[in-house]
């Protein structure tokens, strides 16, 4: 598979704290790549890495064989790539319809509503206002509406239920982008639409392993 975007012996540090380990990680096109592990394995900071709100400390960002490691993040999403964090992803104070404009400027939104259904009745309703899972959902569709080449989405099931988290798949899975996501585990019922998954498992900093959601080591 042709290789988007990859982090090529990558470090990250928080002040004394060293994040991420010298990490090497491709991101196929076309393909959804899923990076697993524990809460503070690093599975964010790849994300941050790769979106460029994080400086590397060592290492290299390559997009399509450019080096864009000193680009800052606002030109990366200019040339192309789209960022949906875990946390603060949406406009607080402006209604849902409003930060659906944001994505979609010219008012057309109405296949992310088919999607997500839930957030039709809640147009007027200030982003704020909404519960975890309702706000899960408006963050998810900037990315559904976004013409980004690269899609990062950390933890895009959060706070919704199991038939909503599998459709929020599925609109992933049918994105024209290399699709990056970050889960504490494997999301059940993968791959969709036959798309190519790739998962690699993060562990204290490192990856501890890459392949396919078939051959992920059970658990002990």
Do not use: K
Request: with cysteine; charged share 20%.
């Amino acid at each position: 598979m042709t290789v988007e975007i990859e982090l090529r012996d990558a470090r990250v540090r928080y002040g004394p704290l060293e994040a991420l380990h010298g990490i090497a990680l491709a991101v196929p096109a076309g393909a959804l790549t899923v990076l697993t592990g524990r809460n503070g394995s690093g599975r964010t900071s790849v994300l941050r890495a790769i979106a460029g709100t994080v400086p590397l400390s060592a290492g290299r960002v390559v997009w399509r064989g450019t080096d864009v490691t000193g680009l800052p993040a606002h030109e990366r999403a200019r040339r192309g790539l789209c960022f949906v964090p875990d946390l603060r992803a949406v406009y607080d104070t402006l209604t849902v319809a409003e930060n659906l404009g944001l994505a979609a400027p010219e008012g057309d939104f109405e296949r992310v509503l088919e999607g997500f259904p839930a957030l039709r009745p809640l147009l007027a309703r200030r982003a704020g206002t909404l519960s975890g899972g309702e706000q899960r959902m408006l963050a998810v569709s900037r990315a559904l509406l976004s013409p980004a080449r690269v899609v990062l989405v950390d933890e895009p099931a959060q706070g919704l239920s199991p038939s909503v988290a599998a459709r929020t798949y599925e609109l992933l899975c049918a994105l024209d982008a290399a699709v990056v996501v970050a889960e504490q585990r494997l999301p059940p019922g993968l791959p969709h639409s036959g798309r190519p998954v790739v998962v690699h498992e993060l562990r204290r900093g490192s990856v501890v392993f890459s392949g396919e959601p078939a051959e992920l080591p059970t658990p002990e």
